[in-house]
Structure formats: structure tokens, C-alpha cells
């Protein structure tokens, strides 16, 4: 997987590209400070010397993924916390943490089945310079869901069960991707199933920036 892009929302961000996204997300702080965040059994945030500055116990945590998904913080990280057993009635949790201080900012249950979830930022609104949370592998026939930074759920994406594989005990396997496919500096969602790419999903809605639509050349009003 290609790693993030080098400056994001003003905040710089830096995967170790090749790795998977949950072993670790190197992360400068607005105040110039870097931050380590890795996952696995539970959530952790390191100094550069190697100090851990929290760590939040979990079964096991995937997808450390951080942004700016939210005004209250500076920067948060949203973790998925898989779900026990691995099987038709474990589920997972989808936290969104501070990254400062490890403080919750909420938690987020997905349904039952959906043990092997997953989470990736995506700019789906383009709103006020913030990104949402895509959670996808809920299972077969579950839609993928997109939340805001207060934990709401905006949108969900239908992921017909036809376009799922097996792997192992998991009978609802497929990928989501984003990217900015039309242009507009929103993402797009691709669905991808078994069988290749199944689906793109788009945001319809127009897109919330500042324009000179309504204009008038009588300025003095």
C-alpha cells in the first residue's frame, strides 16, 4: 500500500510504506513534537525516544488511522478494536482517541459478525477541512458506513453479498479503497470484491466551498 501523503490539513503524516496500516503511523503534531502510534493487542502512542505516553488495553487493535476528523482535538486516531469470537456473533468497536492525551472521544459497537472490521480515513464531504472514518468489513451483505468526527453515522454504502469471498472463518470478505477519482478533492469510494472492483460510490451532494456563484458587481451593499 502507498503510504499517506507527506502534509495533510496542515499536519504532516508518514506510514512506513509496505507495512500494514496497523503496525505503525508516524505523526508530527501541529506544535512540531512526533508522535509513534501502533496497535495490535491494544493502542500505543511513544515519544521519539521510546517513552510510551499512553496506551489504551484492547483484545486487538487494527487500523491506527490518524486525521483530523474532529474540532475538539488537535489530531485524533480512530482504532478498531476486533471483536472475540471470530465468528457470526463477535463484533468490534471503533474508538476514536485524542492522540495528546489517549483520552476516548467516543466508541462505536459495530453489529454482531462484523468481528473483522476495518477503518480508514476518507474525504468524503470536504467540509471545513475535516476527514470521516470509512468502516468497511462488516460482513456479508452489511453496508460499509462512513462516520463524522462526532461518531455519527453520515453515509452507508451497499456491499451486495454476491460481491463477498471466504477467507479462513470470515464468510464477508472485500476491500474498500479512496480515492480522489472525479477530481473535486473529495474521495470516492471503490468497492472491491472477489472478482475485482465491483462498485465507486460518489458523494451527490454539492460540494460545500465557497464560490462567486452569487456575486454582484454592485459593491456597494
Known amino acids: 500500500m502507498a503510504s499517506h501523503s507527506p502534509s495533510k490539513n496542515g499536519i504532516d503524516l508518514a506510514n512506513t510504506g509496505g507495512r500494514h496500516s496497523d503496525a505503525n503511523a508516524v505523526v508530527r503534531l501541529p506544535d512540531g513534537q512526533w508522535r509513534l502510534l501502533f496497535g495490535n493487542h491494544g493502542a500505543h502512542c511513544l515519544a521519539p525516544d521510546g517513552r510510551e505516553l499512553w496506551h489504551r488495553e484492547m483484545d486487538e487493535a487494527q487500523h491506527v488511522v490518524v486525521g483530523r476528523f474532529s474540532r475538539e482535538t488537535a489530531l485524533q486516531a480512530a482504532v478498531v478494536n476486533r471483536g472475540t469470537p471470530r465468528n457470526e456473533t463477535g ?131
Open 91 to 221: 463484533a468490534a468497536d471503533l474508538y476514536l482517541f485524542d492522540i495528546e492525551t489517549g483520552r476516548d472521544l467516543w466508541k462505536r459497537t459495530q453489529p454482531r459478525g462484523a468481528w473483522g472490521a476495518n477503518c480508514q480515513d476518507v474525504r468524503w464531504t470536504g467540509a471545513d477541512g475535516l476527514s470521516e472514518i470509512l468502516v468497511a468489513g462488516r460482513g456479508a451483505g452489511r453496508p460499509a458506513v462512513i462516520y463524522n468526527g462526532k461518531g455519527e453515522i453520515i453515509e452507508e454504502l451497499e456491499i451486495p453479498q454476491a460481491y463477498c469471498g471466504t477467507y479462513e472463518v470470515n464468510t464477508g470478505v472485500h476491500c474498500c479503497y479512496r480515492a480522489d477519482v472525479f477530481g473535486d478533492s473529495r474521495d470516492e469510494v471503490i468497492v472491491v470484491g472477489w472478482k475485482g472492483v465491483r462498485r465507486i460510490y460518489a458523494n451527490a451532494r454539492p460540494l460545500a466551498v465557497p464560490t462567486l456563484y452569487n456575486t454582484t458587481l454592485y459593491r456597494g451593499m
